[in-house]
């Protein structure tokens, strides 16, 4: 991947919708090596470092990720938005200025209340893996509204094929493939020279479970965006294919 790197001219506050395995992680990684005002959330990697260090939400939710079902609603909500508000992308309930329609009211479609956030470019964002359904849509839309919602599309055969050779650095969620993006060293993560793991949930059979979790939330979840505007549908079998088409409309709408 090229190291040119853009600025943005206003904030971009953006979430990645797809199948499990379809590279979201990918994109995300790229999208903030390309954009340095971007940061992101991966609500899987939240998840799995909470298990990892054993907290109680972490206990609560193993369960549900070894078996490919999706974790309660409220978990996610505020695991998420708990690490916005310590991220600065939202202002605190007592620190919310008196709405000033004409900084929000852009990004915001009529009818919805816009909430207390920072509309500056540095508050940009990208959201990997939430909200996975439309109830926890309407919570999002509550925090924070999206201006740009990707539909990463892959067929699941063409996943389901490249899913064995994924492989993980667990802290960080680095994601490797050997196939298309191999490590410079095997077997260790290019920054920190670490081992690189495959994740249990990864299993033919637990994926297949995610696969379908998936089919039963995303169509509810896509309207609810599709009806808001922000949709973009971008379709590749790998991520080298869909990156560039995704550079390319991320800088038509914020560069
Ligand atoms: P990939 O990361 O490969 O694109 P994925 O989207 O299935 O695939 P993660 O996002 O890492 O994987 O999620 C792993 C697991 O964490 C899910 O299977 C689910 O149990 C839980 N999880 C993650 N995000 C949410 C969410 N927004 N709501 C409920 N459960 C979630
Ligand atoms: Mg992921």
Not at 4 to 11: G, H, S
Not at 52 to 67: D, F, H, N, V
Not at 130 to 138: E, H, K, L, S, V
Request: net charge neutral; proline share 7%; hydrophobic share 35%.
């Amino acid at each position: 991947m090229s190291t040119v790197t853009k600025q943005l001219r206003k904030a971009a506050r953006v979430i990645l919708i797809g199948a499990p395995g379809v590279g979201k992680g990918t994109q995300s990684e790229r999208l903030l090596a390309r954009f340095p005002q971007l940061a992101s959330i991966s609500s899987g990697d939240l998840l799995r470092e909470n298990v990892r260090r054993r907290t109680p939400l972490g206990l609560e939710a193993e369960a549900a990720i070894q078996s490919g079902e999706l974790v309660p609603d409220s978990m996610i909500l505020n695991l998420i938005s708990n690490d916005m508000k310590s991220k600065g992308w939202l202002l605190p309930k007592s620190e919310s200025p008196v709405q000033s329609s004409a900084s929000l009211s852009s990004s915001s479609p009529a009818g919805i209340p816009s909430p207390a956030h920072s509309v500056d470019a540095s508050a940009s964002f990208i959201l990997d893996g939430f909200p996975r359904t439309a109830a926890q849509a309407t919570s999002l839309d509550e925090l924070v509204p999206v201006n740009f919602v990707v539909h990463l599309i892959t067929p699941p055969s063409v996943i389901l094929a490249r899913i064995a050779s994924r492989w993980v650095h667990e802290p960080s969620g680095r994601v490797y493939n050997t196939d298309f993006h191999p490590p410079k060293v095997q077997g260790k993560d290019d920054v920190t020279g670490e081992a690189l793991t495959q994740r249990e949930d990864d299993s033919l059979e637990t994926w297949t479970q995610r696969l379908k979790k998936f089919e039963e939330t995303s169509q509810a979840l896509l309207e609810h965006y599709d009806r808001r505007r922000c949709l973009f549908r971008v379709e590749g079998d790998s991520s080298d294919e869909i990156s560039p088409k995704l550079f390319a409309e991320f800088e038509r709408r914020f560069c």
